[in-house]
């Protein structure tokens, strides 16, 4: 064995160099070295199997960073969405500078549009107390900006209620049906005279429809739009008698006609009354119409009948009560012996007008 450093020839057990002191590497030493260099000298010859492998593992390799930065992509946009979202909730709470007292403590802060939300929910009134930011003290909601939507409610409510009143009807002049209509307005029809006592209504919950004399609109009071007992322009209540029909036809018949003839001489009467209540032209004189009666044995009824149903036509009232033209029926039914049904015609307006007009 030589020493690798100085050279000298040493025995083959030798561990160290006698002359320098060199650590010395037995053989098996050697031995394992040189195993070693051939294993790594098999690798290295292997190399060309490895690097085939590798490259496989290269391309799977790419295929997940392929996959990987597809998958960051939706993060990504997750990212950039919850930064929005985080930017709009921080606008959103710059804008909540509302607040209002509750219970003596103060409550917020709010947005305008929550704050409407609390209008609209009834938690929050006019009178509540409310305060933002720039205001120097605290002040009524109906003082403040907010008060719009107060106005803005009150207006809703006020559409819903009319919504819900309008349920009347009514036909008008060509049969045709107009509405719905609020109470008031139907009133307010009936002062311009565009709904007369005759006309026909109906509203909700009626049966059929009825004659606007027989319906609730007759019973309001004068003065707010209701009908009463004044004629046009005249101060003075009209009083007229009404009379039981009925009654009127018994006692005619009973009396054998006796009770007829100041049955007679009562329309007479009533409708010059009414007549000249509104300073308009009036009839023949009820005592002389009795007597012209008796005298043509009838005859005069027929022209009595016809005269006095063109008297009760032209009466006007201020409630728009409207009285029907029955002259010529009545005139036709005492032509044919039937005048007692002609009273009853005209006997039935008057007691019409004294309780609708």
């Known amino acids: ?134 205001l120097k003290d605290w002040i009524y909601l109906k003082n403040s900006d907010l008060a719009i939507y107060l106005q803005k409610e009150e207006a809703n409510k006020k559409t819903e209620t009319t919504s819900e009143d309008a349920s009347w009807f009514y036909v008008n002049s060509s049969n045709q049906q107009m509405g719905p209509f609020t109470e008031e307005e139907m009133v307010q029809f009936i002062k311009e005279g565009i709904i007369t006592a005759n006309t026909y209504v109906w509203k909700s919950g009626m049966l059929d429809w009825i004659h606007c004399k027989e319906s609730t609109l007759f019973s309001r009071p004068s003065g707010d739009g209701g009908f009463n007992n004044f004629a046009n322009g005249n101060t003075n209540k009209i009083f007229i008698e009404t009379r039981s029909i009925p009654v009127c036809i018994v006692l005619s018949l009973v009396t054998c006609g006796i009770y007829n003839l100041y049955w007679i001489y009562r329309l007479a009467k009533d409708t010059n009354t009414l007549n000249a209540a509104q300073q308009k032209p009036v009839g023949q004189d009820a005592g002389m119409v009795v007597l012209l009666y008796i005298v043509t044995c009838g005859l005069y009824g027929i022209y009595f009948y016809w005269k006095v149903g063109k008297l009760v036509k032209q009466l006007q009232f201020e409630n728009g009560y409207y009285v029907e033209d029955n002259s010529l029926v009545m005139m036709l039914l005492c032509i044919f012996g039937l005048g007692l049904i002609s009273n009853c015609i005209l006997q039935s307006t008057l007691n019409d007008i004294q309780r609708y007009a």
């Not at 006698?18 to 040189?34: A, D, F, I, Q, V």
């Not at 690097?51 to 391309?59: A, F, L, N, R």
């Not at 939706?74 to 921080?90: L, S, T, Y």
């Open 1 to 134: 064995m030589i020493c690798p450093k100085c050279g000298k020839e040493l025995p083959e057990d030798a561990k160290f160099c006698l002359e320098c002191g060199t650590p010395l590497e037995s053989k098996e030493s050697e031995l394992e070295n040189n195993e070693v260099e051939e294993v790594v000298q098999g690798v290295v010859i292997d190399e060309p199997e490895t690097q085939e492998v590798t490259e496989d593992e290269i391309e799977a390799k790419d295929e997940i960073e392929n996959n990987s930065e597809s998958l960051d992509e939706p993060n990504e946009e997750k990212i950039v969405q919850e930064e929005a979202e985080e930017k709009e909730d921080e606008e959103v709470h710059s804008n909540k500078i509302w607040y209002y007292v509750s219970n003596n403590q103060s409550i917020g802060p709010f947005s305008v549009e929550e704050m409407e939300e609390l209008i609209e929910n009834k938690t929050i009134y006019g009178n509540t107390y409310v305060w933002k930011s720039g």
